[in-house]
């Protein structure tokens, strides 16, 4: 008999042990809000070309600042961090409303400082990629850089930057080769970089003292997402200014209400 009532007791302890298991698993399941979803790809569209067709994407042209609503820390501000993210990598992260409202990019190796607590807006800054192969590779943000009042192709002044100052640390080079946002790419020489400006709201080259002589194709090139380099003599190690906070292109919120967009279930381990 006391054998079988010391059974019932392990039997029992047992499977209080299991349930307790369940209620309380070792993994805690939460919901994130993929980033992406917050930036409107027609109000980007918009910005960048009114005229644009609709299924054209422009997010990959800008830069994106993960600001916190509560003081209004964001990674740039960081010693361990100190940049903002290409869309390649933000469309990737999440909101995660459970977790202090903090952005999360797992499996990014991302520093600490992108986790933001409370985040509330984001950023964005218009952006060109410079890449000069095993010479190093940089993204500019174009408001970071000097501007010069130049004449549009209206006749306008506008604010421009320098096409040269987007190869600043690189000492010479052969050629360059432009890429816009849909992958249209065209050669351009020193002399013409040295000479060229991007105008900054036209999204357009111009190039002062070759623009009688040059095809439109050429010293009209529009919506520039990218540099490639090529015959760089020297690494890519300029330290590029990051586009000042009030000068940002776009800014969007996260809204209070998530009702309409679309959550993923999160897994972490306590």
Not at 89 to 111: A, C, E, I, K
Not at 176 to 189: C, E, L, R, T
Not at 192 to 201: K, P
Request: proline letters at 4%.
């Amino acid at each position: 008999m006391k054998k079988l009532i010391y059974l019932l007791v392990l039997l029992l302890l047992l499977a209080f042990t299991a349930c307790s298991e369940k209620d309380n698993p070792s993994e805690v399941k939460i919901l994130g809000y993929k980033l992406d979803q917050f930036i409107n790809p027609d109000t980007v569209r918009i910005h960048i070309d009114t005229q644009a067709e609709a299924d054209l994407e422009y997010r990959s042209l800008f830069a994106y600042e993960i600001v916190s609503s509560t003081d209004g820390f964001s990674p740039r501000q960081s010693a361990y961090a100190g940049y903002d993210l290409p869309w390649e990598t933000f469309s990737q992260g999440y909101y995660v409303p459970n977790d202090d409202h903090r952005t999360w990019f797992p499996g990014m190796g991302l520093p600490s400082a992108f986790k933001v607590r409370n985040a509330g807006l984001f950023r964005l800054y218009r952006k060109v990629d410079v890449d000069a192969g095993n010479r190093g590779s940089k993204l500019i943000e174009l408001r970071g850089l000097s501007t010069y009042t130049v004449d549009n192709w209206s006749g306008t002044a506008e604010d421009a930057i320098k096409l040269s100052d987007l190869l600043q640390g690189i000492a010479a080079y052969d050629s360059v080769a432009f890429v816009a946002v849909d992958g249209y790419s065209k050669n351009y020489q020193p002399e013409l970089i040295n000479d060229g400006y991007y105008l900054l709201n036209s999204e357009v080259t111009t190039f002062p003292n070759f623009n009688s002589t040059l095809p439109g194709n050429m010293k009209k090139f529009k919506k520039l997402a990218k540099i490639n380099v090529y015959g760089a003599t020297s690494a890519q190690n300029f330290d590029f200014a990051l586009a000042p906070q009030e000068k940002a292109d776009l800014t969007f919120t996260i809204p209070s209400d998530l009702s309409g967009f679309e959550s993923t279930e999160m897994v972490t381990e306590k």
